[in-house]
T-cell receptor, first 117, second 111 residues
Framework: GAGVSQSPSNKVTEKGKDVELRCDPI?????LYWYRQSLGQGLEFLIY????????KSGLPSDRFSAERTGGSVSTLTIQRTQQEDSAVYLC???????????????FGPGTRLTVL | RKEVEQDPGPFNVPEGATVAFNCTYS??????FFWYRQDCRKEPKLLMS???SGNEDGRFTAQLNRASQYISLLIRDSKLSDSATYLC????????????FGKGTLLTVNP
């Protein structure tokens, strides 16, 4: 079946502009995650959605970052007033989580490469 | 101490070699451990979970030492296609969904 998809694959923007990044999780996956991977760095957790529960936003680096998940499926990560340090690959993942104690396998999308000039 | 630390490499080995990657984690409450593989400019993909008793999948063997908070990955008879960055991944203690990723170890297998 189809995997996690993200769009756009590349985004170049000017400092100060807002950007929206989209993620389509695997159909039926209730959990959705956003990560950021900067050059030479490990993946950094940003936000987690699980079903209808309140999202875990603890990883968002500033109030310029926000994310929504509509209808329990598609998610949009919005970065307002972009800064050069926001340049990174933004990765989305989804999992079919039971909500139990076990950590479920996360399946990643191809990412959106964001460049802020 | 960083949450997850790996030797950044790079590791350059000939085809057929055995190579081992090591990883340490700082949170003793962590319960889930994984190795992911990431090809250049691609997304990470799960290679294997790591179980307390150690586990093997073909040429790959993963081991966990909870007392030392240490995880390892052994690749035997390495292939050109094994060239990638290997990411050590640990769940954050107390969370079954927040993963902490190491920066990865770059492996290049040469003909």
């Amino acid at each position: 079946g189809a995997g996690v998809s993200q769009s756009p694959s590349n985004k170049v923007t000017e400092k100060g502009k807002d950007v929206e990044l989209r993620c389509d999780p695997i159909s039926g996956h209730t959990a959705l995650y956003w990560y950021r991977q900067s050059l030479g760095q490990g993946l950094e957790f940003l936000i987690y959605f699980q079903g209808n529960s309140a999202p875990d936003k603890s990883g968002l680096p500033s109030d310029r970052f926000s994310a929504e998940r509509t209808g329990g499926s598609v998610s949009t990560l919005t970065i307002q007033r972009t800064q050069q340090e926001d340049s990174a690959v933004y990765l989305c993942a989804s999992s079919s989580t039971s909500g139990g104690a076990r950590t479920d396998t996360q399946y990643f999308g191809p990412g959106t490469r964001l460049t802020v000039l | 101490r960083k949450e997850v630390e790996q030797d950044p490499g790079p590791f350059n080995v000939p085809e057929g070699a055995t190579v081992a990657f090591n990883c340490t984690y700082s949170n003793s409450a962590s319960q889930s451990f994984f190795w992911y593989r990431q090809d250049c400019r691609k997304e990470p993909k799960l290679l294997m979970s790591v179980y307390s008793s150690g586990n093997e999948d073909g040429r790959f063997t993963a081991q966990l030492n909870r007392a030392s908070q240490y995880i390892s990955l052994l690749i035997r008879d390495s292939k050109l296609s094994d060239s990638a960055t290997y990411l050590c991944v640990v769940n954050r203690g107390g969370s079954n969904y927040k993963l902490t990723f190491g920066k990865g170890t770059l492996l290049t297998v040469n003909p």
